[in-house]
DNA sequence: ACAACTGTTCAACAGTTCTTGAAATTAGGA
DNA sequence: TCCTAATTTCAAGAACTGTTGAACAGTTGT
């Protein structure tokens, strides 16, 4: 039962640092076409190596994927763990006390309905 | 610098952690009226020094506040605080490529809307 | 095969986080 | 006032994180 909450902290986490936020952005309005690693690097200005343990990190959170192109790897956000986080996030909200969250409706229509 | 981020990536951090995300979890669910320190130790078996220090991480992030109540310290969630952070992450999604983001749309219908 | 290009892995170090026992602080009651 | 209850603060240690230079690995073009 407390997997889910496992799974929940490891995303915060991997979100919950400067350089990694960044990625995460950058990733998130790439879309599905992603970016390659080299040029993630260039845009944030950080060390190869650095952003390879960065992403190394937001993949094994399952919040991003790889696949190679020619010599690049190419990131991408995966929406559906993106979604689950947040859900996680705001049900924890919701599911206790809905009355309590009514400031929050707007954010969460689907999860607070009600 | 981006002030905004640096906020987000302390409350992403201040979740990140069991403990504390549990104590968020409850102090979500008991709504405005708030729980003890003392009693959030004894629901989560946590030692009150150990549940001193996450309440103080979580109170320096912004996203609970404290109030005196006799002898107990009574802690809240600040939803402005949940709010602000939830729409900093979807944000992230919907601010660059609304269409790529069509699987959010049931979670923050507002922000997506576009 | 070779060299150039793109990324990852490794070992090591500084810095941070989590937890704990002991001491200190604040409030209420006899 | 003295005693007890509820919490916090402090110092110290183990565990974890972020960054770096150097070495390694896969891909492309010549």
């Given at each position: 039962?407390?997997?889910?909450?496992?799974?929940?902290?490891?995303?915060?986490?991997?979100?919950?640092?400067?350089?990694?936020?960044?990625?995460?952005?950058?990733?998130m309005s790439a879309?599905?076409?992603?970016?390659?690693?080299?040029?993630?690097?260039?845009?944030?200005?950080?060390?190869?190596?650095?952003?390879?343990?960065?992403?190394?990190?937001?993949?094994?959170?399952?919040?991003?994927?790889?696949?190679?192109?020619?010599?690049?790897?190419?990131?991408?956000?995966?929406?559906?763990?993106?979604?689950?986080?947040?859900?996680?996030?705001?049900?924890?909200?919701?599911?206790?006390?809905?009355?309590?969250?009514?400031?929050?409706?707007?954010?969460?229509?689907?999860?607070?309905?009600?």
């Amino acid at each position: 039962m407390d997997e889910n909450q496992d799974i929940l902290v490891t995303r915060l986490g991997a979100l919950a640092q400067q350089t990694r936020l960044s990625v995460f952005r950058s990733l998130m309005s790439a879309g599905p076409q992603g970016i390659s690693a080299g040029k993630i690097a260039r845009d944030l200005g950080v060390a190869p190596n650095t952003l390879s343990a960065h992403l190394n990190v937001l993949s094994r959170s399952g919040l991003v994927t790889q696949r190679r192109d020619g010599r690049s790897i190419i990131y991408s956000v995966v929406l559906s763990a993106v979604t689950e986080m947040v859900d996680g996030l705001v049900n924890d909200c919701c599911g206790g006390h809905p009355e309590a969250c009514a400031p929050l409706s707007g954010v969460s229509s689907q999860a607070c309905a009600g």
